[in-house]
């Protein structure tokens, strides 16, 4: 079983930082894309940032040139570095890995528990 775990969340005010990782474990064969998402009370979920394993990267608008994503391969791990944040990025954030668990084709997709972020203004 693959299971992904989140940490890092929390109460911030606004202008401050978080760093939120996310490792997964289990039978992995290989990982090709590791996304950040988040849901703030309803609305949509909505995609964050995403990293494949080609170190290739893609920023929602809202975050870009605020927030950061990095991956380890090593460890199975991605990273969300958020830096000056603003009340709007009040979520509940979400990992989720796009993966492989043999050298087949198949891929599979995986989401974590997610991780509460609140930015008080």
């Known amino acids: 079983q693959v299971q992904l775990v989140e940490s890092g969340g929390g109460l911030v005010q606004a202008g401050g930082s978080l760093r939120l990782s996310c490792a997964a474990s289990g039978s992995i064969f290989s990982i090709n894309v590791m996304s950040w998402y988040r849901q703030a009370p309803g609305k949509q979920r909505e995609l964050v940032a995403s990293?494949?394993?080609?170190?290739?990267?893609n920023y929602a608008d809202s975050v870009k040139g605020r927030f950061t994503i990095s991956r380890d391969n090593a460890k199975n791990a991605v990273y969300l570095q958020m830096n000056s944040l603003k009340p709007e990025d009040t979520a509940v954030y979400y990992c989720?890995?796009?993966?492989?668990?043999?050298?087949?084709?198949?891929?599979?997709?995986?989401w974590g528990q997610g991780t509460q972020v609140t930015v008080s203004s």
């Open positions: 990293a494949t394993s080609g170190d290739n990267t």
């Open positions: 989720k890995a796009i993966l492989r668990l043999t050298s087949e084709r198949f891929e599979y997709q995986y």
